[in-house]
């Protein structure tokens, strides 16, 4: 527990909570009597709707605008931040049925400040949408990564195997256990919903398979790859989007110092490089991830000049 001075938050015009979303309503209890009439709370919680309950049972909400900057990686702490984090992503605001209009438009032009778009949605519609788009895909991509180590030899040949198409599905299951223990535990009535209806839908694909039903399992594959393709990569969601390029290379001593000189001549820096060594379903011997898409393009314009083949940029 912590102890605040009565004038600690005399001039504080907004006041962000970024803690885990469970914690976000104890520190809200022990804030209640220290905050000023003229301040707005808000915070960056990925879970809207408890944390609108928490402010509405303590009197609140007419200082409530509640706030998801839908960028960050799945890793975690301050040694992964970045300058650019809020660079044209999408950041959510939900003001609850007090708030104010002219809080609502402070908020906005204050996100617009640090290169975030702001889009207003009111919490159950948040909650729903993050469930579709970011909660259920974490959770699916841990189960995968779970059925994967109960399937696997003692001599973890299928850990071995995993291709860069299986990390890239599953990147996600690396971020904070704690962190997505508290938004399944709040988001939880979503997240009944929507297990149910995808273990419904993997049961009708399954019955698809089953009955070898071609016509039926073409159009399954066409139709997300369609609406996959037609998705932008051009603004963050909320899982965050990867940068990288695969390359055609020689089996050379060195070819890897090579092209890491290269960039890093023209101060392009690498996140992560190295050797794809299963590319079943995969492009070039080498890939390169990068911290942003300028970065991508740049380097894959610098590597062609040099007759090196770009096999794909993402």
């Known amino acids: 527990t912590t102890v605040f001075s009565p004038d600690f938050f005399k001039s504080c015009d907004i006041l ?6 469970i914690s976000i309503s104890k520190l809200l209890e022990q804030l209640r009597n220290h905050i000023p009439n003229h301040c ?6 990925s879970v809207k709707g408890f944390i609108a309950e928490s402010i509405a049972m303590l009197n609140l909400s007419s200082h409530y605008i509640g706030g998801h900057p839908m960028a960050g990686s799945e890793r975690s702490g301050y040694e992964h931040a970045s300058e650019r984090l809020f660079e044209n992503a999408y950041y959510v605001l939900s003001p609850s049925p007090a708030s104010k209009a002219e809080d609502l438009a402070l908020m906005k032009q204050l996100v617009a400040s640090i290169g ?13 949408a993050t469930g579709v788009i970011s909660h259920l895909p974490h959770i699916i991509a841990a189960s995968l990564v779970q059925f994967l180590k109960q399937q696997d030899t003692a001599d973890e040949l299928m850990k071995t195997l ?7 599905i599953t990147r996600i299951a690396s971020s904070s256990p704690a962190m997505w223990k508290d938004i399944c535990l709040t ?6 919903d929507l297990l149910d209806q995808f273990t419904d839908y993997l ?8 009955q070898k039903n071609e016509p039926k399992l073409i159009h399954f594959f066409e139709e997300a790859r369609d609406y996959r393709n037609s998705m932008t990569d051009h603004k963050q969601g909320s899982i965050t989007r990867v940068f990288a390029l695969y390359c055609d290379i020689p089996d050379e001593t060195g070819i890897i110092a090579t092209i890491a000189t290269i960039l890093a001549e ?7 490089i190295g050797i794809i060594n299963n590319r ?8 390169i991830e990068f911290y942003d898409a300028d970065s991508v393009e740049q380097a894959a314009i610098l590597l062609r000049k040099r007759e090196y083949i770009i096999c794909k940029q993402l």
């Open 280 to 287: 079943e379903f995969e492009d070039g011997v080498l890939r």
């Open 16 to 21: 962000f909570l970024c803690a885990p979303v």
């Open 162 to 168: 995993a291709a860069g198409g299986f990390k890239d």
């Open 187 to 192: 988001n939880e009535s979503e997240l009944y």
């Open 203 to 210: 049961s009708e694909v399954k019955q698809i398979i089953r």
């Open 40 to 45: 707005i709370i808000t915070d960056v919680g």
């Open 116 to 128: 975030a778009l702001p889009i207003v949605l009111p919490a159950p519609l948040h909650d729903h």
């Open 266 to 272: 023209h101060k392009i820096s690498i996140k992560n």
